[in-house]
Nanobody
Framework: EVQLVESGGGLVQAGGSLRLSCAASGFTYNDYAIGWFRQAPGKEREEISCISSSDGSTYYVDSVKGRFTISRDNAKNTVYLQMNSLKRGDTAVYYC?????????????????WGQGNQVTVSS
């Protein structure tokens, strides 16, 4: 069974930091890019970051560039999203996802599997 289990969300003040983790199991983790998505209330889900499987190349949406850092620990089958200088606009439910059909490279354009979602709330 494919599983993506997220952890690390919560409530933080603006300017603070959080680190999200996405632990993967049930598939050959090293063969696939992993993406982080978020969905804010009333908005569409968007991919904000991704890390490829082949060369570790990364993708960031403009709104998080310079503040968020994605990384992966292949020994632990885990992808991390370090979020610094958080803003109220970062408040959302965050998901990790994988595309096990075509998905070695970024972006993860057609996710086949999703994590359960993790709430991040940034207060002023």
């Amino acid at each position: 069974e494919v599983q993506l289990v997220e952890s690390g969300g919560g409530l933080v003040q603006a300017g603070g930091s959080l680190r999200l983790s996405c632990a993967a199991s049930g598939f050959t983790y090293n063969d696939y890019a992993i993406g982080w998505f978020r969905q804010a209330p009333g908005k569409e889900r968007e991919e904000i970051s991704c890390i490829s499987s082949s060369d570790g190349s990364t993708y960031y949406v403009d709104s998080v560039k310079g503040r968020f850092t994605i990384s992966r620990d292949n020994a632990k089958n885990t992808v991390y999203l370090q979020m610094n200088s958080l803003k109220r606009g970062d408040t959302a439910v965050y998901y990790c996802a994988v595309d096990r059909t075509f998905g070695a490279r970024c972006p993860v354009s057609g996710p086949t599997d999703w994590g359960q979602g993790n709430q991040v709330t940034v207060s002023s």
